[in-house]
């Protein structure tokens, strides 16, 4: 019985930190993590899919919610296992990137290239898609809140730039 019930606690307590569309963390989780992470060792990358609207309308949400599970599987292969994938909502997503200093740039950048290759490869019967990235680094802001608003201002940036880019957020 006890068994039963500690099982039942640990789907209920993944329930409520995790997305169940794509198995990232959710929001809450998100919200956990920023509170917790050193941010001091930490970059924060934003992910935004690019033209996900088109995706939706094109081929159907069934689809769009295949891309977005292909994103997610995509981002932890490419990343560390004690790095974090969250989905902030709709086809945003964050990665927290545990115990990195700012010059991995070159690593991260690394990274994103091929995460956006792996991601315009249609070989598996979804359309390829592309996404912008905005990264900053704990250093690079003042408070731990103020992260997602820089990580945010550079994949704008990355969006102005034509997409399918990444931008480091600069002071």
């Known amino acids: 019985m006890y068994s039963i019930y500690r099982v039942s606690l640990e789907r209920l307590n993944f329930k409520a930190s995790h997305d169940e569309l794509t198995g990232a ?28 609207k088109t995706i939706n309308d094109t081929y159907g ?42 010059t991995m740039k070159e690593l991260i950048s690394a990274k994103i290239d091929r995460i956006n290759s792996q991601l315009m490869d249609g070989s598996d019967g979804l359309p390829p898609i592309s ?20 990580a945010d201002e550079a994949m704008y940036r990355s969006k102005q730039s034509g997409k399918k880019t990444h931008t480091f957020y600069a002071k």
């Open 61 to 102: 949400h069934e689809v769009g919610d295949q891309v977005l599970q292909k994103l997610v599987t995509t981002l932890k292969r490419n990343f560390r296992n004690n790095d974090y994938v969250c989905r902030i909502g709709g086809d945003e997503f964050v990665v927290f990137m545990a115990h990195s200093y700012k």
């Open 131 to 150: 996404v912008s990235v905005g990264i900053v680094h704990g250093d690079d802001v003042s408070e731990t809140a103020g992260m997602f608003e820089k």
């Open 25 to 52: 963390y959710n929001r809450s989780g998100y919200d956990l993590l920023l509170s917790t992470v050193d941010v001091n060792s930490t970059h924060m990358i934003l992910f935004d899919v690019d033209n996900f």
